[in-house]
């Protein structure tokens, strides 16, 4: 199969028209693979390259510089994960060895007021940084800009479900998303049974956008029975539907199960992930008033699904 491509930029600047078509083009991608290639974003490459090098600087330290950043305790959402600290399969129920990956992973770059006992616990936990020279100025800009990109693609997914397109700004007015920077080592040997490098999952926010190596192959979706290459290609991202996000459709749209495939003789291979997740309080129900799922609480929702990935 071949992945759709959706260019935000031609849909927001589109005259009426144009753009009511390009939203049902949208709207026909989510409900068929929850997948697409994001171009036309306006994410400045200067930006994307500080982060990258800046990612693949941390990922080039020795294991004990890295694990200085391991979490302080069981459960605390960020910094440095080494191999064999998560098996994402295990969200799904499936119980796999751990994932051939590390990563980096960061939060809100600002706490709300108001924000309350549990999220201030969980996800207004502070970033662990590590002291490399313009690691956290390179991270925080990309971090914005992804915030900024993930409420212009809600604007457009308003749009396909033929809402208004601010629907989805309340919901997202300090959202609780979360950066992380993945790296798979090259692997020289034959994983254990049913290992990969990222087990088989879905996402657990509304949207994931993804910046992969470019033509470096390794993400799978499957479709059906079977598992199909997610194409990697240069000036471009690679978004997917979350969890919440399917709920919020009532299934109207999917979220994808999806991995990382471990093979022997595989070069190593980097990305980031940007996981969009609506605002701690947001209470998530079904657009079609529908009783397809019951109300959650976005914040509360994250918390379990991020604790059931643990080793």
């Known amino acids: 199969m071949s992945f759709a491509e959706f260019d935000l930029g031609a849909f927001e600047t589109a005259p009426p028209d144009r753009r009511g078509v390009l939203a049902v083009r949208l709207d026909r991608i989510c409900r068929d693979t929850g997948f697409l290639v994001l171009r036309g974003h306006g994410v400045d490459a200067a930006l994307i390259d500080g982060v990258w090098h800046a990612a693949s600087g941390f990922f080039a330290q020795d294991s004990t510089a890295k694990r200085r950043l ?9 910094g440095y994960l ?26 809100p770059l600002s706490v709300p007021a108001d924000a309350n006992r549990d999220a201030l616990a969980f996800c207004y936990q502070p970033t662990l940084w590590p002291d490399l020279p313009g690691f956290r100025t390179a991270w925080a800009a990309y971090y914005a800009a992804m915030e900024d ?19 989805f700004d309340p919901f997202i007015a300090n959202p609780i998303s979360a950066l992380r920077a993945l790296h798979y080592p090259a ?21 994931t956008i993804l910046l992969p190596q470019p033509g470096r192959k390794g993400l799978q979706v499957k479709q059906g029975q079977i598992w199909v290459d997610v194409p990697a290609p240069k000036d471009a991202f690679v978004i997917n539907i979350g969890d919440l996000m399917a709920r919020w459709t009532a299934d109207r749209w999917v979220s994808t199960l999806h991995r990382v495939v471990a093979t022997p003789g595989q070069a190593a291979r980097q990305s980031l992930a940007f996981f969009h997740q609506p605002d701690w309080n947001a209470q998530i129900v079904p657009l079609d008033g529908s009783d397809a799922y019951p109300p959650v609480q976005s914040g509360p929702y994250l918390m379990e699904k991020f604790k059931a990935t643990g080793v």
């Open 82 to 107: 080494g191999p064999d600290a998560e098996a994402l399969a295990r969200s799904k129920g499936e119980d796999t060895p751990p994932d051939l990956k590390e990563s980096f992973n960061g939060g």
């Open 70 to 78: 391991s979490p302080p305790y069981q459960g605390y959402p960020y």
């Open 149 to 167: 990109l993930a409420a212009r693609i809600m604007r457009a997914f308003a749009a396909a479900l033929q809402l208004p397109e601010d629907h």
């Open 187 to 207: 692997t020289t040997t034959a994983p254990l049974a049913k290992q990969q490098r990222a087990g088989a999952h879905t996402d657990y926010g509304s949207l």
